[in-house]
């Protein structure tokens, strides 16, 4: 089993739309995740921390399930300037990180 | 604001060449990494480094070196550059105590091998 593993997608959603993207990790003792963003030819940027119960930041909303080891990413009112691959990233100790494949999105007008 | 630099954009080379690709950032900061990026497989760690001087591999390093004689440059270098070596290079830093696993990314070199 893959560390951290997401759907690839694409989504293609409308404007407006609420879209969630999961991911699931492995390591069990994982404290904390990251949603890092990466816009097409340019490189990932930190999005969102989630610890314990998630996080909130204006339209996004990151969550945790421990139970079922997975991190999820709502977004609500979706924007065009939205569209863009979504990495889950799993802490690895000693400031790594392991990256997720990515989940793709489009928002169409 | 942070600030990482890579020395170019694209590059093409030949099998066989040796090539170096440099990585500067302006934030002091400790920690910095090679990726590579290939569709499907996502971020792959290559090495990392901690300070000057130090390194460690990380899940891919087979084919590669680094060097970081200062501590705000990392460099990777390919020994003998493969075809299978054609991605998209990325190079990251963070800080060791501030946010840790907040890493900032150049912009990336796109490497082309024939």
């Known amino acids: 089993r893959k560390e951290v593993e997401q759907d690839p997608g694409p989504f293609n959603v409308p404007e407006g739309a609420t879209v969630a993207f999961n991911c699931t990790y492995s390591?069990?003792?994982?404290?904390?995740f990251f949603w890092y963003r990466q816009d097409c030819r340019k490189e990932p940027k930190l999005l969102m921390s989630?610890?314990?119960s998630g996080n909130e930041d204006g339209r996004f909303t990151a969550q945790l399930n421990r139970a079922s080891q997975y991190i999820s990413l709502l977004i609500r009112d979706s924007k065009l300037s939205d569209s863009a691959t979504y990495l889950c990233?799993?802490?690895?100790?000693?400031?790594?990180?392991?990256f997720g494949q990515g989940t793709e999105l489009s928002v169409k007008p | 604001d942070v600030k990482v630099t890579q020395s170019s954009r694209y590059l093409v080379k030949r099998t066989g060449e040796k090539v170096f690709l440099e990585c500067v950032q302006d934030?002091?900061?400790?920690?910095m990494f090679w990726y590579r990026q290939d569709p499907g497989l996502g971020l792959r760690l290559i090495y990392f480094?901690?300070?000057?001087?130090?390194?460690e591999k990380g899940d891919i390093p087979e084919g590669y070196s680094v060097s970081r004689e200062k501590k705000e440059r990392f460099s990777l270098i390919l020994e003998s550059a493969s075809t299978n070596q054609t991605s998209m290079y990325l190079c990251?830093?963070?800080?060791?105590?501030?946010?840790?696993?907040?890493?900032?990314f150049g912009p990336g070199t796109r490497l082309t091998v024939t």
């Open positions: 990251a830093s963070s800080s060791l105590r501030d946010r840790p696993y907040e890493q900032y």
């Open positions: 390591n069990s003792a994982s404290q904390s």
């Open positions: 989630v610890y314990s």
């Open positions: 990233v799993v802490p690895h100790g000693g400031g790594k990180l392991i």
């Open positions: 934030m002091d900061h400790e920690n």
């Open positions: 480094s901690y300070d000057v001087k130090m390194k």
